[in-house]
């Protein structure tokens, strides 16, 4: 599986962007998926997860209210929808698959990661 990010850039604090992570290679209807971020100088973190079906979604708490996953299996693609943006949230982002896809996509558990897409938000 080969994921790609997209959708990163440079936003004013206050502003939203929404990231997609594209999947090749094999259908991810089957897959738990997941965004982590890693800012310079820190570790990766978890941001949002969501089950195979979309049936649950779960977030870091520090992000619950401001950003949103979803996904559409039909089109392959995972999305992450990031309102009210904060300079703290200067970041690369990753995409990342976990199978099977009933349980959560963690950084040590993850199958495939894409290469990631770097989100600046200026102050």
């Known amino acids: 599986v080969q994921l790609v990010e997209s959708g990163g850039g440079l936003v004013q604090a206050g502003g939203s962007l929404r990231l997609s992570c594209a999947a090749s290679g094999r259908t991810l209807s089957s897959y738990a998926m997941g965004w982590f971020r890693q800012a310079r100088g820190k570790e990766r973190e978890f941001v949002a997860g969501i089950s195979w079906n979309g049936g649950s979604t779960y977030y870091a708490d520090s992000l619950k209210g401001r950003f949103t996953i979803s996904r559409d299996n039909a089109k392959n693609t995972v999305y992450l929808q990031m309102n009210s943006l904060k300079p703290e949230d200067t970041a690369v982002y990753y995409c990342?698959?976990?199978?099977?896809?009933?349980?959560?996509?963690?950084?040590?558990?993850?199958?495939?990661w894409g290469q990631g897409t770097q989100v600046t938000v200026s102050s």
């Open positions: 990342a698959a976990h199978f099977p896809g009933h349980t959560a996509v963690t950084t040590t558990n993850a199958n495939y």
